[in-house]
């Protein structure tokens, strides 16, 4: 098993603990809140971050898809 | 009381829309390649739809009011009773960020590829780029949703 299998195998089992995570998240009674909710609960009363997240958000689309 | 019910009702008949919209619009930003006119234009559609709903946000929010019954974001509200945590999340994003940082130094590329690295792999696949794009307007709604 070379490097590139491990560090394959790696990411994968972290995309799997993403996956039970965001199903734990929604789930009813769930312990575990969504990972955006220390976020949107900030963002709730903050305007100027909110406009700066968004802004990010939109450089993040246009690097990923664009250019 | 048929006014309260109104307005969920008349979300929940936006939604197959709005889907549908999102994932031909997914689909059609992932057939593009970076740098061509196509891509940028396209994603300059999705910059507006953020635009947008930035603007919408900002002009709807209203100082939240005190008392039990104001409510608040969604996901900030714990069922009664139980407190929600953010804990694994916060582990999980530490790991993440560690094996990233490990793939990033320990090289070559080609050996120890880094979240970079596989997405542009994944963007090799219309459809796996389609996920991409759909998982950035999910991170979008989520920024600008009341």
Do not use: I, N
Request: aromatic share 10%; proline share 9%.
């Amino acid at each position: 098993m070379s490097w590139r299998d491990v560090t394959f195998a790696a990411w994968a089992l972290l995309a799997a603990a993403v996956v039970v995570l965001a199903v734990l998240s929604v789930a009813p009674r769930s312990p575990v809140a969504g990972p955006l909710a220390p976020l949107r609960a900030y963002l709730a009363s903050h305007r100027v971050a909110r406009a700066v997240v968004v802004v990010a958000w939109m450089w993040a689309g246009w690097h990923l898809f664009a250019r | 009381m048929p006014g309260p019910h109104r307005r969920p009702a008349a979300r929940t008949a936006l939604v197959a829309p709005v889907v549908a919209a999102a994932l031909a619009y997914a689909w059609l930003l992932a057939g593009t390649r970076p740098f061509t006119p196509a891509a940028d234009a396209l994603a300059a559609v999705g910059l507006a739809a953020g635009v947008a709903g930035l603007t919408l946000r900002l002009v709807a929010a209203r100082p939240a009011p005190a008392g039990p019954e104001a409510g608040g974001p969604r996901d900030a509200s714990p069922p009664a009773g139980r407190s929600r945590t953010v804990l694994p999340w916060v582990a999980l994003l530490a790991v993440v960020v560690a094996w990233e940082l490990f793939c990033y130094v320990a090289g070559p590329r080609v050996a120890h590829p880094t979240l970079s690295s596989l997405s542009d792999l994944a963007a090799r696949y219309q459809w796996l780029k389609a996920l991409m794009v759909l998982a950035w307007l999910w991170l979008g709604w989520e920024l600008v949703r009341p």
